[in-house]
């Protein structure tokens, strides 16, 4: 059973196009995030929500919209696509009452590439 | 200056030998310190973590925090090429316990 998944795993398009990635969790978590990964590994969280609710919105240009359509699922949709979006995408979530509210669990990850 | 300062390697070593990785933080607020470990094309997943100062021991692996340098250190013996992954430190504040700020990985390479 996987906890955490994502589709697509590979996405290559052009510059300019608009494309989503989609995540679900099947952990029955309340808490799920957006990651971007650049290629020195830098590991920098994008958004999150609790419970379809927006709690972080970092410094993210307005072309990346987050969609939560409910507490296991949560979408990311990218306008506009730039050379500089393609990186690796994870999604993750959390248990905020668990014992450890701060482990994430993360899915595989999709790897954006913009030519 | 980046909150959350880590060497990004790579750091080889042969198989057997006492691994020691490092990260500096910026924000005294931060009380949960993590290290993930994240193998090629896979994500992260939480290896090790500890609250406050102190030590932490897990098998071959021990996390150490200490909060008056602001410097956290993962030590893994008797490594095993098996080990050969990114470890991410990572921290968060007690207020924004869900908002994690991780350092930019050190890659590590255990040779036979």
């Known amino acids: 059973d996987t906890a955490v998944s994502q589709t697509p795993k590979y996405l290559v398009t052009q510059m300019g196009n608009d494309k989503s990635i989609k995540c679900e969790q099947n952990?029955?978590?309340?808490?799920m995030y957006w990651y971007k990964q650049d290629s020195k590994k830098f590991l920098k969280i994008m958004f999150s929500y609790n419970n379809k609710e927006l709690i972080i919105n970092e410094t993210v240009p307005n072309r990346f919209s987050p969609k939560s359509p409910d507490k296991a699922h949560l979408n990311l949709h990218i306008n506009s696509l730039e050379l500089g979006d393609s990186a690796v995408y994870f999604c993750a979530s959390s248990d905020p009452g668990a014992v450890l509210p701060y482990e994430q669990y993360f899915g595989p990850g999709t790897r954006l590439t913009v030519t | 200056q980046k909150e959350v300062e880590q060497d990004p390697g790579p750091l080889s070593v042969p198989e057997g030998a006492i691994v020691s990785l490092n990260c500096t933080y910026s924000n005294s607020a931060f009380q949960y310190f993590m290290w993930y470990r994240q193998y090629s094309r896979k994500g992260p997943e939480l290896l090790m973590y500890t609250y406050s100062s102190g030590n932490k021991e897990d098998g071959r692996f021990t996390a150490q925090v200490d909060k008056s340098s602001k410097y956290i250190s993962l030590f893994i013996r008797d490594s095993q090429p098996s080990d050969s992954a990114t470890y991410l430190c990572a921290m968060s504040a007690p207020s924004s316990a869900s908002k994690i700020i991780f350092g930019s990985g050190t890659r590590l390479s255990i040779r036979p």
């Open positions: 952990l029955g978590h309340d808490t």
